[in-house]
Structure formats: structure tokens, C-alpha cells
């Protein structure tokens, strides 16, 4: 596997050649400081070029990066955003290992780009055409301070998408039921965990997509809480993962509220518990809910 050094060098060398190329920036997460440097971290790089049609062309020039196991054009085809005068892609996974992102972007285009994203970094400015940007930080991405209308709106979004959940295990529909966990519910819980963590760091904090980083704040008891609500595709152990996400929700809403002064409506919260409990108990024939 090509080494860090090997691969910018590489990408450097590759923009200091080319005349149609005029900058080169990264952005993601290896311009993160915050971010655990691993093996999977892919090269996001940018060169900003005079235009991209001959990019697209003569598609050759992208070899002198390396054996391609696999990639993917994401501008090209049903998913692509109709821009691709302005921004083209590739993103290739390679043989040794090595990802790469790989975007070529008009000035124009990038201009807008690196203003908009704070986790860029210059690399090479051939012909000064970018602007000064500040040292990369992921502050974009810090935890926000809710307010009570939030606060509410994450809480009634939670307890009620827990209605649906426990009609579909009544009626054994997993899928259903796991979609609902994972698109619905799991993420109001991550929304309450995160100002949890958020709190103890004066909201300076990033938790990482899908709250990856709650590790870090969390007490390894919670955070293995936090891991119990994934369940698989039992009946029984998909019941007793919602138990599990209700009570750490409700736990870390009621820590919430007084540590940041919100008013929590735990009727609603008791309400919707009982419920679950309730269809828990039904029987597979039940011809009503409450006889």
C-alpha cells in the first residue's frame, strides 16, 4: 500500500504536469484534525482546472494513479447533478488499497466550494486563484445548542415513530420495522446523546456522522447502551432493543432538560412506554388493542 507521502506526492506531481490544471485543495477527513487517522481515510482532492470537458474526454490520464479495482463516476448517469461543464468526478478505489476522490472543478465552481466548506485546505495555487481561507476546522459540524421548540419536535418525533414500530412487530414485519428504527427513531437518539455531549464541551464539539464519535463523552456503560438498540431480526430481541432505546432516551432527555433548561413532557414519554409494553403483550390473535 502506497504511503501518505507516495500518494500526495503523486497528486502533486500530476497538477505541477498538467497546464490545464491551476490549484489542487483537499477537503474531508484527512483535513480534520479531530478525525483518528486509519487506513480507510480516502485522498479528497480537488484541482481546479480552465475547464473539464477534456477531463472527460480522454479519460487516459487518470492511469498515472494506479491499478483501479473499482469506481464510480458520481456525476455521470441517474445520480448525477447536471453540472458536470462546472465539476467531474472520479472515485476509484485501487488495487493497493488507496482511495481517491478525485474531482476536477472550474474556478468559478471551486470558489464557491472552498468558501462553503471549512475543512478545505490548499495544497498548490500554480496561478493564484484562490482566495486566503482560514486553518481547516470541522466547527461546522459542532453539536448545536437546541432550543425548547427542538428539544419537543426531537422528543414527539421519537416517542411517536415508536407507534409505528410497535404495530409492525406485532405484525412481524422486520423490515418495516427496522427502517422505522433506523431512519425515524435512532436518529432522535442520537440528536438527544449528542447535546448530552455537546453540554460537556460548551458545544465545541463534533460527534461524527451517525454520532460514530459518542464514544468519546459517553460513559462506557452508555455508550454500550447505545450499541445494545442495534438488534438483529428476531421478533423478541428487536422488542428488547426498543425497551432499551426508550429508556436511554428517556434517561438522557430528563439529563437534557436540566442541564439545559428545557421542559420535557414526560406524560407523553410514559404514555407511548405503556403502549409499547401493552402491544408487547398482545396476543398474535388479538382482535382488539384495549378490549
Not at 54 to 59: E, L, P, T, V
Not at 102 to 115: K, S, W
Not at 168 to 195: A, I, K, T
Not at 219 to 228: G, H, I, Q, T, V
Request: glycine share 6%; hydrophobic share 35%; net charge negative.
Amino acid at each position: 500500500m502506497r504511503t501518505e507521502e507516495q500518494m500526495m506526492r503523486l497528486i502533486l506531481d500530476t497538477a505541477g504536469e498538467d497546464d490545464r490544471i491551476l490549484a489542487v485543495y483537499m477537503n474531508g477527513s484527512r483535513t480534520n484534525p479531530n478525525v483518528p487517522r486509519d487506513i480507510f481515510q480516502d485522498y479528497d482532492i480537488v484541482y481546479v482546472v480552465t475547464e473539464t470537458e477534456s477531463f472527460q474526454a480522454d479519460q487516459s490520464w487518470i492511469d498515472r494513479f494506479g491499478e483501479r479495482l473499482f469506481m464510480q463516476y458520481p456525476e455521470d448517469g441517474f445520480f448525477g447533478n447536471g453540472e458536470k461543464e462546472k465539476c467531474y468526478g472520479w472515485l476509484i478505489q485501487f488495487a493497493d488499497g488507496n482511495r481517491l476522490d478525485l474531482h476536477v472543478n472550474t474556478v468559478e465552481y471551486a470558489l464557491q466550494d472552498i468558501c462553503s466548506d471549512r475543512l478545505c485546505r490548499i495544497l498548490l495555487d500554480k496561478k493564484n486563484v484562490l482566495p486566503q481561507i482560514p486553518e481547516a476546522t470541522d466547527e461546522d459540524h459542532w453539536v448545536k445548542r437546541p432550543g425548547q421548540e427542538e428539544f419537543e419536535a426531537v422528543c414527539n418525533e421519537f416517542w411517536w415513530c415508536l407507534d409505528n414500530v410497535a404495530k409492525g412487530l406485532w405484525r412481524r414485519e422486520v423490515p418495516y420495522v427496522q427502517d422505522m428504527l433506523n431512519f425515524h427513531v435512532r436518529p432522535q437518539l442520537v440528536c438527544q446523546l449528542s447535546w448530552k455531549a455537546g453540554a460537556k464541551e460548551n458545544f465545541q464539539i463534533s460527534v461524527g456522522k451517525s454520532g460514530k464519535y459518542l464514544y468519546r463523552w459517553l460513559k462506557p456503560e452508555e455508550w454500550d447502551r447505545f450499541l445494545a438498540t442495534y438488534a438483529g431480526s428476531g421478533i423478541e430481541e428487536l422488542w428488547d432493543a426498543v425497551e432499551i432505546i426508550c429508556r436511554l432516551f428517556d434517561d438522557t432527555a430528563k439529563e437534557n432538560a436540566r442541564t439545559l433548561g428545557m421542559n420535557y413532557n414526560r406524560e407523553e414519554a410514559d404514555n407511548c412506554q405503556s403502549y409499547l409494553h401493552h402491544v408487547r403483550s398482545l396476543p398474535r390473535d388479538a382482535a382488539e388493542i384495549y378490549p
